[in-house]
């Protein structure tokens, strides 16, 4: 039985994940160095007898930290879809109606039994997007234990749930 990797649809949802994953990476990166280079500015305008920078310090807090937290959204999203690519490489498609029992409490009645899953984004466009999808038919595959990726023809995008 071929895997989901091999469908077309599968591996641009999947590079378009991925690409999104390396936004995150190289928007934490910018923040860091705006952060260094504001820190550095700061620090010469006030050694310099210059004027003072009102609140510098506080934005180069908010940049560091905000840095950080993309770095780490970032790293986990390429990791998460590493993990994906792997496991789809060799997990099938297994195809079923959705239907939606709560914000992000699914339900997918397939040929197999049904599988029931939560949604594991927080963000509204993801889970307002998979509530689109409400007795439509989609696509699921297990890609760990407990884990599962969902997608639609024409969804352009993989979402990741869990078991409940």
Known sequence: M???L??????????????GALRWLAGGAVAL????LLAVATVQAASGGGTRLPFAGL????????????LVAGAGSLVRVTRWTRA?????????TLRIAGPATLRVATLEGDVD??????????????QALDEREVQVAEVGRG?????ADGAGTLYGARRP
Request: overall charge positive.
């Open 59 to 70: 934005v180069v807090v908010a940049l560091v930290l905000g840095g950080v937290a993309a």
């Open 147 to 151: 884990r599962w990726v969902l997608t």
């Open 88 to 96: 789809l490489a060799t997990a099938p498609w297994r195809t079923g």
């Open 117 to 130: 899953l939560r949604l594991q984004s927080t963000t509204i466009w993801r889970t307002r997007a998979v």
């Open 6 to 19: 091999d469908d077309p649809q599968t591996r641009t949802a999947l590079a378009a994940t991925r690409a």
């Open 33 to 36: 160095v705006l952060a260094v």
């Open 2 to 4: 071929p895997g989901a």
